[in-house]
């Protein structure tokens, strides 16, 4: 199995739990939790490459004629410390300002709309959030701070996760 197919074993349980399917009894939760376990460590195993890509918050992409080539200025996001390192690179594609990427070895990667940074009402200050569930038709995205799980709404990223391929959006 795949990273993929892991995730959604772990999202099939998720989704049973949430619409009433809750275990029963304690050997009923037992079962169920010796079922999803291995789906979970496989997971993070599978999944432990991202931890060696550096995550990236652009702050500006500006082009530069002579060289054909895109100046960058982003932040290097790691840990939850708000005050990230600065961080230039010149690359041959443009990126979007205020969006997260990985840096992989091709290149970056956005992260949009699955983690964004946004204005929390309740904290009053940007937070680093990521994307918990949205409405088929419309309405907004609601997403969680990180640091302290408030839920943000955001109509943009809304409309973003509904015009992904319907595959990726389940």
């Known amino acids: 199995m795949d990273l993929v197919d892991h995730l959604n074993a772990l999202r099939t349980e998720r989704n049973r739990a949430a619409h009433g399917d809750r275990p029963q009894s ?3 939760s037992t ?3 010796a079922e999803t376990r291995p789906h979970l460590e496989q997971a993070l195993i599978k999944a432990k490459f991202l931890t060696q890509l550096p995550w990236l918050l652009t702050i500006s992409c500006s082009y530069q004629p002579r060289s ?6 982003a932040h ?12 230039e690179f010149t690359w041959p594609n443009p990126v979007a300002n205020d969006v997260f990427y990985i840096l992989s070895p091709e290149g970056p990667v956005s992260l949009s709309p699955f983690v964004a940074s946004l204005f929390c009402p309740q904290c009053q200050q940007m937070e680093v959030c990521y994307a918990t569930r949205t409405a ?3 309405g907004p995205a609601i997403l969680k701070s990180f640091a302290r799980g408030h839920a943000v709404h955001s109509s943009n990223l809304g409309d973003e996760i509904r015009s992904l391929p319907q595959g990726s959006a389940q």
Not at 68 to 73: A, L
Not at 76 to 87: A, L, S, W
């Open 68 to 73: 054909h080539t895109f100046d960058v200025i």
């Open 76 to 87: 290097d996001v790691m840990g939850d410390h708000p005050d990230f390192e600065r961080r």
């Open 31 to 33: 079962l169920r939790v």
């Open 136 to 138: 088929k038709n419309s």
């Open 26 to 28: 304690a050997g009923e």
